[in-house]
């Protein structure tokens, strides 16, 4: 089969995913996961004495993804429109007779390829999950070794206040957290067992409960949750995921657009790991492209288009599992090995020569001359400390009502950088004490 997209060629599909979350969501992967839930719903249905004693064993030992003739399913998918009745003729050729009319006893097509779904997705958030909880470590790491690394803090790309970078890692790393805990409220409300017949109803067991029960028992044999009711038609879970996952690669997306700003040469501030030739221009020998960077934020922008087609579900989970794992991958890659210029941080804060704090200058002299007319004066200091290439200090100490209540020594105190930093070391203190269990 030739690839087409870069989640399947060998050029980037390493780049773009892993191999772990392709075979997840694999041709195989699905069609293992549709025998799987017709053995769960055989055993399931004997559990609850719907079916004969010793039924569901013969089913499973007979039954294996390796036995599945390709070409024919396929050729009855195309036929059909769905691989479920060809999937149980074949399963029945490999059944001995006696047992084989009990496979897919009460069910549906859409129970199955549903059954299915829902145990990749199971799969595929534990994947998730795991490569979350990496990438937290590595920025509860670089938030505690970066607490007191003072660098400029900007908005709208221009200098604002200064912060610290284990400030900004902090704030990168909150959002992580907020998506572990709904990764986990994910888990309780979106993994759901399927079974509910033709039409939801049930009746194909008849119109005492042993269809809920067995239903209930499925939910037990494969690790998924009971619904209560049927949700055939109610696809929220399944759009929750995959715009859950489209939030993740925000937040990804986030941090690599930071990461290659603080990469440009005008600022040098941090360099994605070194790797020999990686991110090399074939005619500029001194590139070093943060390739990674780049990769999730195009990932971010393909996560997001998929929260739009969530409701074509075939096509959207598998491209959303494979790009939200293929970002954290490179996102902790990035981050695990991240090059950081303290030396350039401190010489781009104070590159403003004080500009970055005429906030702290206005708010000491609105001590004395009130808050309004003190932003007068700062502003006006700026713009004449712009206008003539002075520092701030220069500018401020031609006004008088700046020398009137401030003197020479409180002023450099003030245009000091490093001491307007705020909360910011508190807060990265506080966000760590809160850390309250490794993923």
């Not at 829902?118 to 990438?135: P, W």
């Not at 969530?310 to 599992?321: I, K, Q, R, S, T």
Request: charged letters at 20%; hydrophobic letters at 45%; aromatic letters at 6%.
């Amino acid at each position: 089969m030739a690839a087409a997209t870069v989640h399947d060629t060998s050029l980037f599909r390493d780049t773009f995913g892993t191999e772990e979350i392709r075979e997840c969501f694999s041709e195989r992967s699905y069609v293992s996961k549709l025998i799987e839930a017709e053995c769960a719903l055989a055993q399931a249905e004997e559990d609850q004495g719907v079916i004969p004693s010793g039924i569901a064993k013969v089913i499973r030992e007979h039954s294996d993804v390796s036995k599945i003739d390709w070409p024919l399913l396929a050729k009855r998918a195309e036929v059909v429109g769905y691989p479920i009745l060809g999937l149980v003729e074949q399963m029945a050729s490999w059944v001995p007779h006696q047992q084989s009319g009990y496979i897919h006893w009460g069910a549906t097509t859409q129970d199955i390829m549903d059954l299915a779904s829902q145990l990749q997705i199971k799969d595929g958030i534990a994947i998730v999950e795991r490569h979350l909880g990496e990438t937290i470590n590595t920025l509860e790491s670089m938030s505690s070794k970066y607490r007191d690394t003072p660098m400029a803090g900007r908005t709208h790309l221009q200098h604002a206040l200064p912060i610290t970078f284990g400030y900004k890692c902090g704030v990168w790393l909150s959002g992580l957290r907020r998506h572990a805990e709904r990764l986990q409220q994910i888990k309780e409300r979106c993994l759901l067992v399927q079974f509910g017949g033709a039409a939801g109803t049930l009746a194909s067991l008849g119109s005492s409960d042993d269809g809920i029960r067995v239903r209930k028992r499925l939910a037990a044999i494969l690790g998924l949750k009971d619904p209560v009711i049927t949700w055939h038609v109610a696809r929220d879970t399944i759009a929750e995921v995959v715009n859950f996952l489209a939030l993740i690669g925000g937040s990804l997306g986030k941090i690599a657009l930071d990461l290659m700003i603080m990469s440009s040469n005008e600022l040098n501030e941090v360099a994605e790991p070194f790797v020999p030739h990686r991110g090399a221009s074939s005619t500029m020998p001194q590139k070093r492209n943060p390739i990674s960077s780049e990769i999730i934020l195009a990932q971010s922008k393909i996560l997001r288009a998929q929260a739009g087609l969530v409701l074509d579900e075939w096509a959207a989970l598998p491209v959303a599992f494979i790009s939200v794992v293929g970002s954290l991958f490179q996102t902790n890659f990035a981050l695990s090995g991240l090059q950081v210029n303290a030396g350039a941080m401190k010489a781009n804060l104070e590159s403003t020569r004080g500009l970055i704090v005429a906030e702290a200058v206005m708010m000491k002299l609105a001590e004395f001359i009130g808050r309004q007319e003190a932003h007068e004066v700062v502003y006006g200091a700026c713009v004449t400390a712009i206008e003539g290439n002075l520092s701030l200090i220069e500018s401020l100490q031609k006004i008088e009502q700046v020398t009137k209540h401030l003197s020479t020594e409180q002023l450099t105190s003030l245009v000091d950088p490093t001491k307007y930093l705020g909360c910011c070391q508190l807060m990265v203190d506080e966000l760590l004490r809160l850390r309250t269990s490794k993923l």
